[in-house]
């Protein structure tokens, strides 16, 4: 049973749009919400995260909306740009100590 | 300051044979992960290392499987006897403060591991 999951495996956007990624979570015991980014042949890199005290949370052009009551969060980037181009991961973590739960990824494509 | 390193980048080995990957974390990190990612899935949690220490193991999937990290500093990962099924790419990942959970977690390259 997943319990964080990216229903969108891949997603393509024009450069200068806005991205929108999705992630939805079933353990209601989940209260901090991270983002990562993940090249080919390289770890994924911490991008944004976000408290269940919060709603939102922006840094630049990264913006992490946080929906409790949905258990549903979305990552928004804009503008798009090639080099955002990756996989995006979305974890949570709760009270069961530092274990990050991950979704599948989504696949970012950013066309010039 | 050096990431997070891990050896080898790759590994291919034959079914029934044994593996050790290393993960060597930052410099000065007491927590120390272990992570899979099986067939483009997503990313699973292994067990977590507090210095020498096993804090929590129990995403490892089975006795074949025996991580170690003596004296708190660098960890291995050894598979015995190694299944088709353990094939994927597994993830190192190191934070810095013992006791603070959202601690930044700082992911190497990973090792991929090729059963055949």
């Known amino acids: 049973d997943q319990q964080v999951k990216q229903n969108s495996p891949s997603l393509s956007v024009q450069e200068g749009r806005i991205s929108i990624l999705n992630c939805d979570y079933t353990n209601s015991m989940f209260d901090y919400f991270l983002w990562y980014k993940k090249y080919p042949a390289e770890g994924p890199t911490f991008l944004i995260s976000i408290s269940s005290i919060k709603d939102k949370n922006e840094d630049g052009r990264f913006t992490v909306f946080l929906n409790k009551s949905a258990k549903h969060l979305s990552l928004h980037i804009v503008p798009s740009q090639p080099g955002d181009s990756a996989v995006y991961f979305c974890a949570a973590n709760g009270d069961a100590g530092n274990m990050l739960t991950f979704g599948g990824g989504t696949r970012l494509m950013v066309k010039p | 300051e050096a990431g997070v390193t891990q050896f080898p980048s790759h590994s291919v080995i034959e079914k029934g044979q044994t593996v050790t990957l290393r993960c060597d974390p930052i410099s000065g990190h007491d927590n120390l992960y272990w992570y899979r990612r099986v067939m483009g899935k997503e990313i699973k949690f292994l067990l977590h290392f507090v210095k020498e220490s096993k804090q929590d193991e129990s995403g490892m999937p089975n006795n074949r499987f025996l991580a170690e990290r003596t004296g708190g500093t660098y960890s291995t990962l050894k598979v015995q006897p190694a299944e088709l099924e353990d094939s994927g790419v597994y993830f190192c990942?190191?934070?810095?403060?013992?006791?603070?959970?959202?601690?930044?977690?700082?992911f190497g390259p990973g090792t991929r591991l090729t059963v055949l």
């Open positions: 990942a190191s934070s810095q403060v013992a006791g603070q959970p959202r601690d930044e977690q700082f």
